[in-house]
């Protein structure tokens, strides 16, 4: 499975980014897509996840959301009412075999793409 995440750039707080994931290898539709994000000093965390249903971190619930196209097999992330905190590389990630009691821990994910940077100015 290969993972090419893209989308990221520098916006203003309130402005909104939509993160893409093209993968290979595997069907989205019939795998765990999950994005992620490391702030610089910070360790890795959970964002958004979609396993059938949409999972969210409580930080960017309301704001943030996940979605797929089946035809493209990309999983997008559309982040809307940016704030300065987002600021943060930006992982999408794939797994095969999560349960949904482990959707939010990274480790459970088997494949991650390169990374793509979001930088929110306020």
């Known amino acids: 499975v290969q993972l090419q995440a893209s989308g990221g750039g520098l916006v203003q707080a309130g402005g909104s980014l939509r993160l893409s994931c093209a993968a290979s290898?595997?069907?989205?539709?019939?795998?765990?897509m999950g994005w992620f994000r490391q702030a610089s000093g910070k360790e890795r965390e959970f964002v958004a996840a979609?396993?059938?249903?949409?999972y969210y971190s409580d930080f960017v619930k309301g704001r943030f959301t996940i979605s797929r196209d089946s035809a493209k097999n990309a999983v997008y992330l559309q982040m809307n009412s940016l704030k300065a905190e987002d600021t943060a590389v930006y992982y999408c990630?794939?797994?095969?075999?999560?349960?949904?009691?482990?959707?939010?821990?990274?480790?459970?994910?088997?494949?991650w793409g390169q990374g793509t940077q979001v930088t929110v100015s306020s």
């Open positions: 990630a794939e797994g095969s075999r999560i349960i949904t009691s482990r959707i939010r821990e990274g480790a459970a994910y088997d494949y």
């Open positions: 979609l396993k059938g249903n949409p």
């Open positions: 290898g595997r069907a989205v539709s019939r795998t765990t």
